[in-house]
């Protein structure tokens, strides 16, 4: 299994608070990822990152910010939570090539109240 | 824009028996990929297979297999010898373009359910 771990994996938090989410591989891969899951939608991208330092929005990156000062490590935080972002918060990464799939975390299962 | 549809929102099929999980994509782009997952209830995402759009041959992977039509821009995912295991959500995903780092576009995913 690729070594990814994210934290924590609950969380129930009230809407207004700051939250961050953070996303830890062994995997030494250039390529990482923030998905959100929600019934009826699938996946859907929130950030990448294809370096340190270097991130890009995916598809719902309103009110979601990233950072990724280590190759290791990419943190995605809600500056202030709100109810329509509960959901699951998958991560995932990847190896250089357009073969390569991505390799995802267990998931966080974040309840904003 | 890329696109992925599933049209299956759920399928049951017997033990032992083959399924087809239906997956339609739209891209203007002639180099892409794409990809099938698997998440069981337990909710960690599985990769299964992989097919490329250059690729001569479907892609294979123990019981997994990939029809690939690319003139009808379907790559249904066969599952044979269905086993009570293989009960969980699928979904297609695909990269497009050139940049080997792309992000996926997944779809909404299909609900098999293997009765015994």
């Known amino acids: 299994d690729a070594g990814i771990t994210q934290s924590p994996r609950h969380k129930v938090t009230e809407t207004g608070t700051p939250v961050t989410l953070r996303c830890h591989q062994t995997e030494n891969h250039r390529y990482m990822y923030w998905y959100r899951q929600d019934p009826g939608h699938g996946l859907r991208l929130i950030h990448y990152?294809?370096?340190?330092?270097?991130?890009d929005k995916g598809e719902v990156s309103d009110g979601y910010s990233v950072s990724r000062s280590k190759t290791e490590d990419f943190l995605l935080t809600l500056e202030s939570a709100t109810s329509s972002q509960t959901s699951v918060y998958f991560c995932?990464?990847?190896?250089?090539?357009?073969?390569?799939?991505?390799?995802f975390g267990d998931g966080t299962r974040l309840s904003i109240l | 824009a890329q696109k992925i549809t599933q049209t299956q929102p759920g399928m049951f099929v017997q033990e032992k028996e083959a399924v087809t999980l239906d997956c339609t994509y739209d891209t203007s782009d002639p180099s892409y990929g794409l990809f099938w997952y698997k998440q069981p209830s337990s909710g960690e995402m599985i990769f299964l297979i992989y097919q490329g759009s250059y690729d001569q041959q479907n892609a294979t992977e123990g019981r997994y297999s990939l029809n690939f039509q690319k003139a009808r821009k379907s790559a249904n995912l066969v599952i044979s010898a269905s086993q009570l295991g293989d009960s969980a959500m699928y979904f297609c995903?695909?990269?497009?373009?050139?940049?080997?780092?792309?992000?996926?576009?997944f779809g909404e995913g299909t609900q098999l359910t293997v009765n015994p």
């Open positions: 995903a695909m990269r497009a373009g050139e940049t080997s780092g792309s992000r996926l576009t």
């Open positions: 990152s294809y370096g340190v330092k270097d991130t």
């Open positions: 995932a990464i990847s190896a250089w090539g357009r073969e390569q799939p991505q390799h």
